[in-house]
């Protein structure tokens, strides 16, 4: 596939990562943009191009990162769709998208859905991902723990639950509707840090 990036895989200049910021502050400022959701999408601008380098069409890059951070977890239910913010935006929605996809998989963003199919966007240094990983990681090392003194085999699905019950009833961090693409990102979790910590335990 052709890269749609420049400067692909270079160190990208402080003045270039600037150069885009501003750029993008127009774009935002033309299309009377809320300060609070521009702050956002400048500051994912900026980890993107730090990263990646510029975009070869810097509207739909402008767009697709106003879209992910205006359709966050904590915005549901938000039910603009991917063809009315494109045309809201005067653009195709394929360019959107491809933009959209090309930023969620460079940072890592995981893409939750609502009952409609809805895309809602979770940021893997914001706050719900912060939360998420520090209970799943306490929680795995008291599980194991106990299983050592008990000699009986963690459960994790049980874990999973309880973890999922918290996150989405008890603290509310994560809206309810995205209660099973959480359970299935907790499941992932628990597997790789019970993984790490068994493979630190039995190491000789």
């Known amino acids: 596939m052709v890269s749609h990036f420049d400067d692909e895989h270079l160190a990208v200049s402080p003045q270039l990562i600037v150069k885009v910021i501003r750029d993008a502050h127009e774009y935002y400022i033309q299309n009377k943009v809320d300060e609070r959701y521009e702050n956002m999408a400048l500051d994912l601008i900026r980890r ?3 990263k990646e380098g510029t975009p ?3 509207d739909p890059f402008f767009a697709a990162a106003l879209y992910m951070v205006t359709r966050h977890p904590w915005s549901h239910p938000n039910p603009l769709t991917k063809t009315e913010f494109a045309s809201k935006l005067r653009m195709k929605e ?4 491809w933009y959209t996809e090309s930023i969620s998989e460079k940072l890592n963003f995981i893409t939750l ?3 409609a199919h809805l895309p809602f966007f979770m940021d893997p240094q914001g706050i719900i991902a912060s939360v998420l990983d520090s ?3 306490a929680s795995v090392g008291e599980v194991v723990v106990r299983g050592i003194i008990t000699h009986s085999p963690p459960s994790y699905s049980k874990l999973a639950d309880n973890i999922v019950d918290r996150l989405c009833n008890v603290v509310k961090i994560v809206p309810r509707v995205f209660e099973q693409d959480i359970h299935n990102l907790v499941r992932r979790k628990i597997e ?3 993984k790490k910590l068994s493979d630190q335990i039995s190491r000789k």
């Open 192 to 194: 790789e840090e019970s």
């Open 48 to 50: 993107f191009v730090s």
């Open 113 to 115: 859905h609502d009952n």
């Open 94 to 97: 394929t360019s959107l998208e």
């Open 135 to 137: 209970v799943v990681s």
């Open 56 to 58: 070869r069409e810097v």
